[in-house]
């Protein structure tokens, strides 16, 4: 189902990004356009949010440092891709 007709994005690419660390409708946004044209969709994109896990929020929830964790992950993951 379309949640963003303006771009033609998906309910399970805004669920994909969200896995891949999007937490707030801004972060999907900056993924993939959604909700930046006529903004309609961007009530539903924080419904899709509300309801899953975030991988950030889980860690800021614990305390700890949210945004160097996430980029150390991506790092060590480029860096396995490219070797």
């Not at 990004?17 to 801004?26: I, M, S």
């Not at 009530?43 to 700890?64: F, K």
Request: aromatic share 2%; proline share 4%.
């Amino acid at each position: 189902m379309y949640v963003c007709s303006c771009f033609g994005v998906t309910e399970a690419q805004v669920k994909q990004h969200a896995e891949d660390g999007a937490c707030t409708p801004r972060q999907i946004a900056s993924a993939c356009k959604a909700g930046t044209d006529c903004g309609s969709c961007v009530r539903r994109i924080q419904a899709i949010l509300g309801r899953g896990a975030c991988p950030r929020r889980e860690l800021a929830d614990q305390g700890r440092p949210v945004l160097s964790e996430l980029e150390a992950a991506d790092a060590l993951g480029a860096l396995d891709e490219a070797a």
